[in-house]
């Protein structure tokens, strides 16, 4: 069923233009409830962790998170996305361009607990930020381009550090149904992309199903959640 969004792509320049139309029906007001129940799953009984959001427009979950002590990097391409986080917060915050990244532009809150890197995620790699205690990947691996997954799963596996959980967010639909994105990212393929390398553990599984999907032309949406560790190394 892969197959069926295997050549779909979008090109950076369509995020943008979502942006810039606001047509971001997957930004969510409210913190994420997925990340809400399996809060304690990621953090593991740890202060001041280091998450990192891929693809993180918006999100009101990195403020609640930096609210809790912790600490938050996202990759974001659109510009419009990071100001209006900071702005739509009440936060201050200072815009500087990244030597390491050619183009990229970081916005930091005054507080400096969230900095927030204006790229393109596959520019993106831990020598710019290092590695990381947690990641939430709500709407991430679902938005990338199928063809990228493999890409994608070498990157983020590459900004986890030995301690870190790794919350993904994934949505199970008949793709014949819709073309996505968001796109179908089955449990198997999961495995496949993070197997070899790590644990992966379904945390929780819900019917998600709404009127937004159903206007998409679906008659049923599964959401996923799986936490993904490191294996020890031999």
């Known amino acids: 069923m892969v197959e069926q969004q295997a050549d779909r792509t979008m090109e950076l320049s369509e995020w943008e233009e979502r942006w810039q139309e606001n047509k971001i029906g997957f930004h969510q007001l409210e913190v994420n409830r997925m990340l809400q129940v399996n809060y304690d799953s990621v953090v593991n009984g740890r202060s001041g962790v280091r998450f990192f959001f891929p693809l993180c427009g918006k999100a009101v979950d990195m403020k609640w998170l930096a609210d809790l002590g912790h600490s938050v990097v996202g990759v974001e391409i659109s ?35 969230i900095s927030l890197y204006q790229s393109d995620l596959f520019s993106f790699s831990s020598s710019v930020a290092g590695q990381f205690g947690a990641i939430w990947d709500r709407g991430s691996l679902v ?20 301690d870190c959980r790794y919350l993904l967010d994934t949505l199970l639909y008949n793709p014949s149904l819709y073309k996505g994105p968001p796109f179908f990212v089955p449990d198997e393929q999961v495995h496949g992309l993070f197997g070899s390398s790590c644990s992966v553990e379904l945390l929780q599984s819900v019917d998600a199903l709404t009127d937004r999907q159903r206007a998409w032309g679906l008659d049923s949406l599964t959401e996923n959640v799986h936490l993904i560790t490191l294996k020890a190394p031999n």
């Open 143 to 162: 938005a990338i381009n199928p063809k990228d997954r493999e890409r994608y799963a070498a990157l983020i596996i590459s900004l986890m550090a030995a």
């Open 79 to 113: 510009e419009k996305a990071i100001k209006q986080f900071f702005q739509e917060n009440n936060m201050t915050y200072s815009e500087e361009p990244v030597p390491s990244l050619p183009g990229a532009r970081l916005f930091q809150n005054s507080e400096k607990n």
